[in-house]
């Protein structure tokens, strides 16, 4: 994974399920391969809202999750050219400032995107920041668009996991393989203690998890006595056998 003269580097694509907030597709690439490129290998699902990155803005690729009958939500970029088509009545007291059908003006965008688009003007009363967002969808309230978009920060918070307690700060070899080898145990370990929390109903969160299992590594009894606090409704099958 050439990246510099003294460092090597990768991108690893991801997809993240916000209804567990797990991984449901990952791709690994080298880090000179433009983000965009990834989306022609994501698994695009009808009837499913993708909350993709600024970095991802795509039209051509966009259309297609358009023609796949699934909805996406991303953020306008501000050299993006368009006229507006229609504009709707925008709640402020939500922090709507506009919303409006558009279609897009610039040669290549409106080839490549050839309908309607929704966009939405947002400040987020938190941080007083304005926000533009680009999406595919008519039915949902603004709002909620908004609040979808926040939701893109959990894949954020997912690699930042993945950076601090995982330990991928360095590829213990430099083949190919080495490198998939050493990711793909880390996403597994992630997984897995995501299962775990999911089946034993902890209420840890997996940075607790990781640091009581340490203490646990090379003791033989039961998975679930490493969590004493466990939730009431989780029955230990010696329990339920007796």
């Known amino acids: 994974a050439l990246f510099r003269k003294s460092r090597a580097a990768i991108t690893l694509h991801t997809l993240i399920d916000l209804r567990g907030n797990i991984p449901s597709f990952v791709l690994i690439s080298q880090e000179k391969i433009h983000d965009v490129k990834a989306l022609d290998f994501f698994p695009i699902n ?5 909350l993709i990155d600024r970095g991802y803005l795509d039209y051509k690729r966009l259309y297609r999750i358009h023609q796949a009958a699934a909805f996406f939500i991303t953020r306008l970029k501000d050299n993006s050219r368009f006229r507006v088509v229609e504009s709707f009545a925008a709640d402020k007291s939500a922090g709507i400032l506009c919303e409006q059908a558009i279609r897009l003006t ?3 965008a409106a080839s490549a ?5 929704r966009r939405v003007k947002y400040r987020d009363p938190g941080t007083n920041t304005v ?3 680009l999406t595919n969808n008519f039915t949902l ?7 979808l978009c926040k939701q ?7 690699f930042k996991w993945i950076k601090q307690h995982l330990r991928i700060k360095a590829f213990l070899g430099v083949s190919e393989n080495t490198v998939r080898i050493q990711t793909w145990t880390a996403l597994t370990a992630y997984l897995l203690l995501s299962i775990v929390k999911k089946h034993l109903f902890l209420p840890h969160d997996l940075h607790e998890m990781t640091q009581i299992l340490r203490l646990h590594l ?14 009431r409704k989780y029955r230990p099958r010696e329990q339920i056998n007796s």
Do not use: D, M, N, S
């Open 46 to 50: 009808p009837g499913a809202f993708y």
């Open 218 to 231: 090379f003791e033989k009894y039961p998975f679930y006595r490493c969590f004493p606090h466990r939730h």
């Open 152 to 158: 893109r920060w959990q894949v954020e918070l997912f």
């Open 113 to 117: 995107y050839p309908e309607r688009l």
């Open 131 to 133: 926000y533009e967002f």
């Open 106 to 108: 610039g040669a290549k």
């Open 141 to 147: 309230p603004a709002r909620i668009i908004a609040q």
